[in-house]
């Protein structure tokens, strides 16, 4: 069982930076692909970035690319996300994921095991 607690949303005008983190639970955290999606309202989850177990593998979303990044430390079994040259369009809900395994990181909602509460961010234009 793995619980995760994000937090560092808020507000920030457009052009500006938030780093979101995520408490993970647990003595298994480096046995799991981490991931951060988002949802706006009215839109269906969306995947934002990923990272493998040991942080050698990262990938992300098209729209958020060379903007945003994501890390983690394991023995502190956190994931953070730093949002860079943030915009309206990236108002939503944040969540963070975990996905049993030592694969990248999948894109998908459905393969990931555990999800955090969200946090909300919100880019003001």
């Known amino acids: 069982q793995v619980q995760l607690v994000e937090s560092g949303g808020g507000l920030v005008q457009a052009g500006g930076s938030l780093r979101l983190s995520c408490a993970a639970s647990?003595?298994?955290?480096?046995?799991?692909?981490m991931g951060w999606f988002r949802q706006a309202p009215g839109k269906e989850r969306a995947f934002v970035a990923a990272i493998n177990w040991s942080g050698s593998s990262t990938s992300y979303a098209e729209s958020v690319k060379g903007r945003f990044t994501i890390s983690r430390d394991n023995a502190k079994n956190t994931v953070d996300l730093q949002m860079n040259s943030l915009k309206a369009e990236d108002t939503a809900v944040y969540y963070c994921a975990a996905e049993y395994g030592l694969g990248p990181g999948s894109r998908w909602v459905r393969e990931y095991d555990y999800w955090g509460q969200g946090t909300q961010v919100t880019v003001s234009s």
């Open positions: 647990g003595r298994t955290f480096s046995t799991y692909a």
